[in-house]
């Protein structure tokens, strides 16, 4: 049987330059360059999801922030009337991460995630050994109307 046409593989394509916003923190920049040439290496970063991503670098950046606040200050402070209570700095934290896991999944950054990315995007098929009609010879079917004699 006739194979069907490969599509031409990713390491014939360029490897698109995604510019990091400017409106990032210095902090939040260097998430950026840590993990988007990886991202943009893969196809997962692309131009239209640059500011997905920015948000996720930023979150990152503010997350690694709120947990040096933590360590330094702990999560249970005085109150100004001298009762103990949880520090801001807890639903910081928390807050930023419910916005890194949500956005790590669909950037493929979580092992579940990164599997179900690499399972869709294996260039075997099963529809590869399915014939192609035209290498069969095959013309379609023209229905001519009846003669009106």
């Given at each position: 049987?006739?194979?069907?046409?490969?599509?031409?593989?990713?390491?014939?394509?360029?490897?698109?330059?995604?510019?990091?916003?400017?409106?990032?923190?210095?902090?939040?920049?260097?998430?950026?360059?840590?993990?988007?040439?990886?991202?943009?290496?893969?196809?997962?970063?692309?131009?239209?999801?640059?500011?997905?991503?920015?948000?996720?670098?930023?979150?990152?950046?503010?997350?690694?922030?709120?947990?040096?606040?933590?360590?330094?200050?702990?999560?249970?402070?005085?109150?100004?009337?001298?009762?103990?209570?949880?520090s801001p700095y807890v639903s910081v934290?928390?807050?930023?991460?419910?916005?890194?896991?949500?956005?790590?999944?669909?950037?493929?950054?979580?092992?579940?995630?990164?599997?179900?990315?690499?399972?869709?995007?294996?260039?075997?098929?099963?529809?590869?050994?399915?014939?192609?009609?035209?290498?069969?010879?095959?013309?379609?079917?023209?229905?001519?109307?009846?003669?009106?004699?």
């Amino acid at each position: 049987m006739p194979k069907r046409k490969q599509a031409p593989r990713d390491q014939d394509k360029a490897v698109p330059i995604v510019q990091c916003p400017a409106e990032l923190s210095a902090d939040a920049r260097k998430v950026w360059d840590e993990v988007a040439p990886l991202l943009i290496a893969e196809g997962r970063l692309t131009e239209l999801s640059r500011i997905p991503f920015a948000i996720f670098c930023s979150a990152v950046a503010d997350w690694f922030a709120a947990n040096a606040a933590l360590q330094t200050y702990g999560a249970v402070i005085k109150s100004p009337s001298g009762y103990p209570v949880q520090s801001p700095y807890v639903s910081v934290a928390s807050k930023h991460l419910d916005t890194i896991l949500k956005l790590a999944t669909e950037f493929g950054l979580t092992p579940a995630s990164l599997r179900r990315i690499a399972d869709t995007s294996s260039s075997i098929s099963w529809t590869d050994d399915l014939p192609v009609l035209d290498d069969l010879g095959l013309k379609p079917l023209v229905l001519n109307p009846p003669d009106k004699s």
